[in-house]
């Protein structure tokens, strides 16, 4: 198992940037897809960003592509969501997340069931 703690949520206006961390522990982090979802109010938790273990191949869902970048440091056991031009309707609670299967190949993950390991979240509110 992986353990995930995010950080770098918070308040930001329409518009804006952040950029979420996640920092996991664990030996086999390196070898997993790593993914974003997010949660809104009364909403069901959705994919936002993933990536594969290499950080060759990442996959955005259509309303942040272009807007939301996914990388991942290896070294420092740590996969980053960088996202610019904020909108009112990205508020939601962020979590990252890390693949059941401890190798993941080159395979990326989009839905909830396909993740084992969750953090607690980060609350990113975009103010218009």
């Known amino acids: 198992q992986v353990q995930l703690v995010e950080s770098g949520g918070g308040l930001v206006q329409a518009g804006g940037s952040l950029r979420l961390s996640c920092a996991a522990s664990?030996?086999?982090?390196?070898?997993?897809?790593m993914g974003w979802f997010r949660q809104a109010p009364g909403e069901e938790r959705e994919f936002v960003a993933a990536?594969?273990?290499?950080?060759?191949?990442?996959s955005y869902t259509d309303s942040v592509k272009g807007r939301f970048t996914i990388s991942r440091d290896n070294a420092k056991n740590t996969v980053y969501l960088q996202m610019n031009s904020l909108k009112p309707e990205d508020t939601a609670v962020y979590y990252c997340?890390?693949?059941?299967?401890?190798?993941?190949?080159?395979?990326?993950?989009?839905?909830?069931?396909?993740?084992?390991?969750w953090g607690q979240g980060t609350q990113v509110t975009v103010s218009s």
């Open positions: 664990g030996r086999t982090f390196s070898s997993r897809t």
């Open positions: 997340a890390a693949d059941r299967a401890a190798i993941s190949g080159l395979r990326l993950r989009v839905e909830v069931y396909e993740y084992g390991s």
């Open positions: 990536i594969t273990w290499n950080g060759g191949s990442t």
